[in-house]
């Protein structure tokens, strides 16, 4: 129950019904805040306790200072929470060893279940093994519940075993593209109360929802547990970007060009850690699907969140995907009690402001390497002629005298060149070069729940296939849509046949390609790739083209709309003027241009319009939770803990909980502590946590050898992040960490005091020879301690490490809380000193004392900090909230959740 201070409890009434609600006008200074705000304004009313969340936090909000820098903490309350299955997993692992260990203390297992709704989609862990033909699908699918059985037993018996608790199973779709077509609810209702649906999701490109007006964001899955559990996210009351939008694009413009163009504009203007708001009369001309396309690529220029309010547009969507009556008129009705309505010449109060006139925006495609580096799609050919340079050895370097005198100067002209000859199965040949597109891939979340660029690649297929046109013979061309409503349109549009004459023949309903899930490519062109080191490239309709991330054998990727993603499969190579060179020659062999393919906005609108419906939705979506024969088939334990198999490498019970009491230990001071790692600056949670894949010669792979494993089935850390003794092994093994204490070192070493000399060793196994001698460890480090996003297993690592406090210059606000939830203190040095001026080597044995204060429910300011060479100083505590110090005196966030619940 709320405290109400402001008087702010009240009902509204929509049709029949009555709810609940706490109105916004009851707070001064409520009405001038930006849309963002005025949501997390709703939440603090309602969620008041008078301790972690009071009035003073209230007034904070109802007072922003549009212009001043962030300093206000406040304790957010999502409405729910969403998971994709990498990330998930972990989190649905944790919940399965709290029933167990409440049953060990004497409690009802029951009693644990998420506290908020909390839906899981499995969308990561298809590959596109398989493409081009017609059961490309079905053969994917089959090999995915091969490599993952084990996963989705798990996820399976989770679905039945917890309430609020619901899988979305495998081949169903991508998880944003399900929450905005299905569970998103823009406006919840719950208990009687009716209040605007937020929400946390284990995944970045949680902020697509902020396109139905949702505001939500991605974060680690500690910070998702404790959401799940009841528990409120930590965060500062952000600055606003207000980013007005006029006018409207230009025909042969799509989403993905404004979205480029946007996230170009926001990288440079500098959004981290910030809120953008769309506003103006503008975003009255921008659809839905566009908005989403916006809000999902917040990551990538780099705000926390990227929405737009509610308006008819907003109610249009919600009818159209199937939402019932009474939800779209409470949505409306909400919206314009609240003040949450757009008002598209309102001009809120916002820290920052930026314009832009969709007129002007131009077709574009981003790359090599970075989802901000726009490239006007006029100008492709020539920017990787110069971009190439980057990807080649000198010896390729393009002077014309590098090449056979027969060559044709216009060919070399100042670009490097390396043809090769790839004989295909079927003994045919062809030629491959740096440039040629080798993937082409319509996938993500960010253009595959948008139909417009959908259609429009499928009709750039059809007047393809009339003219003649196929992709080329060395491109992998695949189409992994976000849900299975853009199939059932393509084939009520008589689409498909089109789209398979191309090659774009569906291979899985997932992230794919975007994720690094793109799968092998043909072996003839990875062979003539690898051997001739050509800088081959990848085009695809997503949004991450990072370095190494879509293909091991792809030098250079490119994001780009769907329907070029198509033409570039035509084309088969970036050196190709796509604005201005023929892609090939129709059955009579004239020249196919671009422009002789390219949809008109009337034709896509017209498929539009009549080939998708509210009734695609309904049937897509009616039993969504209940998944194919293959997924109701998998065998589950039946009762309410699980049986946890003790030869699985994917799913083990980890030991947060082991040894625990009902009553709490006193919080002790640490000594005789040990350095495990002395690290610089900017260390981020993508240095510590496990990613990528498995090498055979570090602890991880050690481990999974020893436990019968083939090297080939290691898989990577993202598949085994329920099995805690894997990601401990990787914790901290990062190519490129550089450990200070082992210098001339990269990667997971240490040197281990335990014994003579202090060898240089593996992390994990110096930790594990501390721990058996009961030594207590710290981590030194610098500057930023902490950012990134690889964030759950970054603080879950840590402390099953054995570490006990971080020391550091500064700290990533998120990891901080991380580390409290995991039972580890985080300590900072004093202001203007670090571990070099202090004269730390990282070889001494640490004290830390005064940390025993807590223990009277009071938080220390400063600790005292003493070595055994004599430097003395005194560490800030940054436990910063009473919720944070009551994890700590539990032993991390989850002992303090099974307490209170086994209390109730």
Excluded at 240 to 267: N, Q, S, W, Y
Excluded at 464 to 481: C, F, H, I, N, Q
Aim: aromatic share 8%.
């Amino acid at each position: 129950m709320s405290a109400n201070s402001f008087d702010a409890r009240s009902t509204l009434r929509v049709g029949d019904e009555s709810y609940e609600i706490f109105r916004l006008d009851k707070v001064e200074g409520a009405a001038r805040l930006p849309y963002s705000l005025k949501v997390l304004l709703e939440n603090l009313l309602r969620t008041e306790d008078g301790a972690n969340i009071t009035a003073d936090h209230i007034r904070a909000i109802g007072g922003w200072d549009s212009q001043a820098q962030p300093s206000q903490e406040i304790q957010f309350t999502p409405a729910r929470v969403i998971m994709q299955d990498f990330t998930g997993v972990p989190c649905v692992v944790d919940l399965a060893t709290m029933r167990e260990a409440v049953k060990e203390l004497g409690g009802d297992a029951a009693k644990i279940n998420p506290l908020a709704p909390a839906e899981l989609v499995i969308d990561h862990s298809v590959i596109a093994d398989k493409f081009g033909t017609k059961d490309a699908f079905g053969q994917n699918v089959e090999l995915e519940y091969g490599r993952n059985k084990e996963r989705y037993q798990f996820l399976r018996w989770g679905q039945t075993a917890f309430d609020e608790f619901k899988v979305v199973p495998p081949g169903t779709g991508i998880v944003h593209q399900v929450n905005i077509e299905h569970l998103a609810r823009t406006v919840m209702v719950r208990n009687g109360q009716a209040y605007p649906d937020t929400l946390v999701g284990t995944d970045s490109h949680t902020t697509m929802v902020n396109g139905l007006g949702v505001l939500g964001w991605g974060v680690g899955g500690i910070e998702a547990e404790a959401a799940m559990l009841g528990q409120p996210v930590s965060m500062l009351i952000p600055r606003v970007v207000g980013f007005k939008l006029t006018g409207e694009l230009k025909p042969g413009t799509t989403a993905t060009d404004l979205v480029l163009t946007i996230t170009e504009m926001l990288r440079k203007h500098g959004v981290v850690g910030k809120f953008v708001e769309f506003y103006g009369e503008g975003v009255a001309a921008t659809s839905l699907a566009n908005r989403a396309t916006i809000g999902n690529m917040s990551p990538e220029f780099g705000s926390t969140a990227a929405i737009f309010p509610i308006d008819d547009e907003t109610l249009n969507y919600l009818r159209l995907t199937g939402r019932d009556a009474q939800q779209v008129a409470l949505v409306e009705a909400y919206a314009k009690e609240q003040g949450l309505w757009l008002d598209p010449a309102a001009e809120p109060d916002f820290s920052e402001k930026l314009e832009l006139d969709l007129s002007t925006v131009v077709p574009s495609i981003a790359g090599p390497k970075r989802p901000q580096d726009r490239i006007v799609l006029a100008n492709a050919a020539t920017q990787f002629e110069r971009d190439v340079l980057n990807y080649v050895s000198d010896a390729d370097e393009a002077g014309e005298e590098s090449f056979p005198a027969s060559d044709s100067p216009a060919a070399t002209n100042g670009v490097p060149s390396r043809p090769t000859t790839v004989t295909a199965p079927d003994g045919s040949t062809y030629e491959i070069d740096h440039g040629a597109v080798t993937v082409a891939a319509i996938t993500s979340c960010t253009n595959t729940s948008n139909p417009y660029v959908m259609v429009a690649a499928a009709l750039v297929a059809k007047k393809a296939v009339e003219k003649g046109l196929t992709r080329k013979p060395w491109v992998k061309t695949t189409l992994a849509p976000g849900s299975k409503v853009v199939t059932d349109y393509f084939d009520k549009a008589g689409l498909t046949p089109y789209l398979d004459k191309v090659g774009f023949n569906l291979v899985g309903y997932g992230c794919t390609t975007c994720i690094g899930n793109s799968g092998p490519l043909p072996e003839e062109v990875s062979k003539a790739v690898n051997e001739h080191d050509l800088a081959v490239t990848s085009v695809l309709s997503g949004n991450r083209n990072f370095e190494g991330r879509i293909n091991p054998d792809v030098k250079m990727n490119y994001l780009a709309s769907p329907p070029l993603v198509v033409a570039y499969a035509l084309a088969g190579s970036m050196k190709v003027n796509i604005t201005e060179d023929a892609l090939g020659t129709d059955t009579e062999g004239n020249p196919v241009y671009l422009k002789d393919i390219w949809p008109s906005e009337a034709e896509v609108n017209e498929v539009v319009a009549n080939a998708i419906g509210e009734d695609m939705f309904n049937k897509s979506y009616q039993d969504v939770f209940a998944g194919d024969a293959q997924w109701q088939a998998l065998s589950i334990p039946t009762g309410n803990t699980f049986e946890w198999d003790p030869q699985s490498t994917y799913v083990r019970k980890p030991p947060y909980f082991e040894g625990m009491t009902m009553e709490t230990t006193p919080v002790s001071d640490i000594a005789g502590a040990r350095v495990l790692a002395k690290l610089g600056d900017s260390v981020t949670t993508d240095h510590i946590s496990p990613a990528g894949a498995i090498k055979a010669d570090t602890p991880a792979g050690q481990y999974l050898t020893e436990h019968g494993v083939e090297r080939r089935d290691f898989n990577s850390y993202g598949s085994r992040r329920g099995n805690h003794e894997v990601m401990i092994r990787g914790t901290f093994a990062n190519i490129r960490l550089r450990n200070q204490i082992a210098p001339g070192t990269e990667g997971g070493y240490t040197r281990d005091f335990t014994q003579d000399g202090g060898p240089v060793s593996f992390i994990y196994d110096a930790s594990q020879n501390y721990q058996a001698a009961g030594t207590p460890l710290v981590i030194l480090a610098g500057k930023e301690y902490g950012s990134g996003s690889s964030r759950d297993w970054a603080a879950k690592g840590t402390a099953l490490l054995g570490v006990k406090a971080v020391v550091a210059e500064s700290y990533e606000r998120i990891h901080r809380s991380n580390l409290i939830g995991m039972g580890v203190l985080p300590l900072q040095f004093p202001e203007g000193q670090t571990a070099e001026s202090l004269g730390l080597t990282g070889e001494e044995t640490f004290a830390v004392t005064g940390v025993t204060e807590l223990n009277d429910g009071t938080t220390p300011r400063t600790v005292k900090v003493s070595t055994d060479s004599g430097v003395e100083f005194d560490a800030v505590v940054r436990i910063d909230t009473p919720g944070e110090a009551d994890y700590y005196r539990n032993g991390g966030i989850m002992q303090y959740v099974l307490r209170s619940l086994i209390r109730k």
